[in-house]
């Protein structure tokens, strides 16, 4: 083999290391400190869309048995480094059907979570709201799952504007969150007082009318509390957002939320 042909041997050897242990620490980045997630259905709306590919810090809480996989984490249960703050959007394992959901913190260990005339009482204190512009829609098939949103101006034909009533909800002084109310007097609008145990926590989505979150129990759908060593991470940006059912599609891709903060 010549000088030159030897030359050109190692130097796709080294291409080849070069992209073995590039791929290797995004694999090692993604497993343990960042994951990305699709939104597949609207029950976060306004804040996430269907079709939202959300940054997911698996680090920030520490780590649990679904956040450090193939047990490389040297303990059980949940390690945290900082404690889930009431308002983070969190990534989290259903507790018995083993999906992982996104949901909104409400509910931190010893809190009194109600909700009475679809509105929200946390620790006997009535959350304050103010009613905003209607979030619009076109109602019509999103995503590859093909959802058609409820509105609250039923009936809407497919293709029409598609409008939900829109609060700002003040979950505590510095913490204010988009939500919306499809109808009064949905099912989810009254519940009993919950009293969330240590070690758990209790989510609702932010399309509170289109959520099956810990106001319902597992038996009906919902996830009840969720504990601690379920949570996988905060999701804590939009890396990429597609309205349509296939990502080729780039006509249906929106801009407008590439690389924004989940709030």
């Not at 919902?222 to 949570?231: C, I, M």
């Not at 940006?237 to 407008?256: E, H, N, P, Q, Y």
Request: proline share 5%; glycine share 8%; with cysteine.
């Amino acid at each position: 083999m010549s000088k030159s042909q030897k030359s050109f041997v190692e130097s796709v050897k080294e291409l080849f290391k070069t992209v073995f242990y590039a791929l290797l620490i995004a694999g090692l980045i993604r497993t343990l400190l960042f994951q990305p997630f699709w939104i597949p259905s609207g029950s976060m709306k306004p804040n996430l869309l269907i079709g939202d590919y959300i940054f997911v810090n698996k680090f920030v809480y520490g780590y649990s048995k679904y956040s450090c996989p193939f047990s490389l984490c040297p303990f059980d249960g949940r390690f945290f480094y900082n404690e889930p703050k009431r308002g983070d959007v969190v990534v989290f394992r259903h507790p018995a059907n083993g999906k992982d959901y996104v949901k909104r913190l409400i509910g931190l260990p010893g809190d009194k979570i109600l909700l009475k005339d679809g509105r929200l009482w946390i620790n006997n204190t009535k959350i304050k709201i103010k009613q905003v512009d209607d979030f619009v829609e076109l109602k019509e098939k999103q995503g590859p799952l093909e959802s058609i949103p409820r509105c609250s101006n039923s009936p809407v034909a497919l293709g029409s504007r598609c409008e939900k009533r829109q609060f700002l909800e003040s979950l505590t002084n510095d913490i204010e969150i988009r939500t919306l109310d499809i109808s009064i007097g949905e099912y989810g609008d009254n519940t009993t007082s919950f009293k969330v145990p240590e070690g758990q926590f209790f989510f609702l989505g932010d399309n509170r009318d289109n959520s099956l979150d810990s106001r319902f129990g597992r038996m009906a759908g919902g996830v009840g509390f969720v504990q601690s060593e379920n949570l996988i991470g905060r999701a804590d940006g939009i890396l990429f957002s597609s309205a349509g059912s296939m990502l080729v599609a780039f006509w249906t891709w929106r801009k407008d939320r590439f690389f924004r903060a989940v709030n």
